[in-house]
Structure formats: structure tokens, C-alpha cells
């Protein structure tokens, strides 16, 4: 079964409108944690958020929040105010405590592109 | 700032070639891994490992081999490169626990011809 899962292969938003990347994973463990990362079509892998299973409050990073619901396994990116450098691949990952070496598992992504 | 520095960008090589891909980390990170990653298949974990001299195999070991010999170098060794190993190549590293960041190099686009 897949541990991440984003539904969303692709989404168009305007600029400067708000956009939500759906994300919603699988797992046994209660300690774990969830990221966010960017990849433009450079390549490299920007980290923008985390959010622990035990962080009560939503996390936030600028432009970045994470819509955090534990019992829907979900956790959401909401990316306010779209910028057209917003355009790119977004991957949700998750690292389980029980999981050696803690690594990351991966979702298939979701490619943006943001119109101006 | 962390940097994750991978010694090569863009690399062609012909099948049968040893293929070596160099990771150096400035942080003094525990965690280094290796991915690969493929259009429709997302980012697959090939190699971790969590000290000097200690490695464990991820998802898809079969094909490479690795080398941690000091704490800040993680390197990705194809012994016979074949067409089906042409991929994108991260390298990534972290603090040991779930609630530290890993942290990626740019990349390693390797084309197998």
C-alpha cells in the first residue's frame, strides 16, 4: 500500500491566489513526521515545512502552511499568494520513527504551475 | 546554511563503465542517503546509511553498491553501468530522528549509453 499519496498530478492557479496540494498518508506509528518539499526544474530538492504527529498548531512558513488533520491522516500545503516562481514539483514525504535509519518516503508529486 | 554538495552534475557514461557519485555534507550529519528518481515513479531510496562504515539497503539496492568511509562522504558506486540505471541521482543527509530535515544536493543527472 503507498505510505504518501498525492492525487493531484498537476493544478493550475492564478498568481497571487491561494492553492492547496493534497497529501494524505499511511501509518501505524503515533510518532512520525511530515515534510514539504519543492523541486523546481533545476532539480534540487528545497525543504519549505514540517509538521510533527504531536505538533498541535498547524505549521507555518511565510507564504507556507501546513493543514494538519491527524485522524484524516492528511497534511495538506497551502501556498498563499501565488508567485510565478511557484511553479515547479511538490513532493510530501513523511519519516516514521519505527522505520530504520528514519528515512524519508515519498509521495508521487505534484507539478504546479502557476499562471500569471 | 547546510550543503549537500554532489561532485558531478550531469554525467554521460557507456554501459559496462564503473559509475562513482560523490556526496560530501558539511553539517555533520549522522543520515546520508541516496535516491533515485524517475518520471511516474517518484524519488526511491537506494542506500542509506547512519555512521562510518555502516550502510543499510533501501528499496532498489540491486545494481549498486556504496562507500562511507568518513562521516561526511556518501558515495554511490555502479559497478557495470547498465541504460536501465540512466536517472536522476540525490544524495541527501540528516540529523538521526524523525523531526530533523533531510537535507538534498542539487542532483547527479547520469545518462547510461
Known amino acids: 500500500a503507498q505510505k504518501i499519496t498525492q492525487t493531484q498530478p498537476g493544478m493550475f492557479v492564478q498568481e497571487k491566489e491561494a492553492v492547496t496540494l493534497d497529501c494524505t498518508y499511511d501509518t501505524s506509528d503515533q510518532s512520525y513526521g511530515l515534510f514539504w518539499y519543492k523541486q523546481p526544474s533545476s532539480g534540487e530538492m528545497i525543504f519549505l515545512i514540517y509538521?510533527?504527529?504531536?505538533?498541535?498548531q498547524n505549521a507555518t512558513e511565510g507564504r507556507y502552511s501546513l493543514n494538519f488533520q491527524k485522524a484524516r491522516k492528511s497534511a495538506n500545503l497551502v501556498i498563499s499568494a501565488s508567485q510565478l516562481g511557484d511553479s515547479a514539483m511538490y513532493f510530501c514525504?513523511?519519516?516514521?520513527?519505527?522505520?530504520?535509519?528514519?528515512?524519508?518516503?515519498f509521495g508521487g508529486g505534484t507539478r504546479l504551475m502557476v499562471k500569471p | 546554511d547546510v550543503k549537500v554538495t554532489q561532485s558531478s552534475r550531469y554525467l554521460v557514461k557507456r554501459t559496462g563503465e564503473k559509475v562513482f557519485l560523490e556526496c560530501v555534507q558539511d553539517m555533520d550529519h549522522e543520515n546520508m542517503f541516496w535516491y533515485r528518481q524517475d518520471p511516474g515513479l517518484g524519488l526511491r531510496l537506494i542506500y542509506f546509511?547512519?555512521?562510518?562504515?555502516?550502510?543499510e539497503k533501501g528499496d532498489i539496492p540491486e545494481g549498486y553498491s556504496v562507500s562511507r568511509e568518513k562521516k561526511e562522504r556518501f558515495s554511490l558506486i555502479l559497478e557495470s553501468a547498465s541504460t536501465n540505471q540512466t536517472s536522476m541521482y540525490l544524495c541527501?543527509?540528516?540529523?538521526?530522528?524523525?523531526?530533523?530535515?533531510?537535507?538534498f544536493g542539487e542532483g547527479s543527472w547520469l545518462t547510461v549509453v
Open positions: 509538521q510533527g504527529s504531536y505538533d498541535e
Open positions: 546509511s547512519y555512521d562510518v562504515k555502516m550502510k
Open positions: 514525504a513523511m519519516r516514521e520513527f519505527n522505520n530504520a535509519g528514519n528515512m524519508l518516503t
Open positions: 541527501a543527509s540528516s540529523q538521526q530522528g524523525i523531526g530533523n530535515t533531510i537535507y
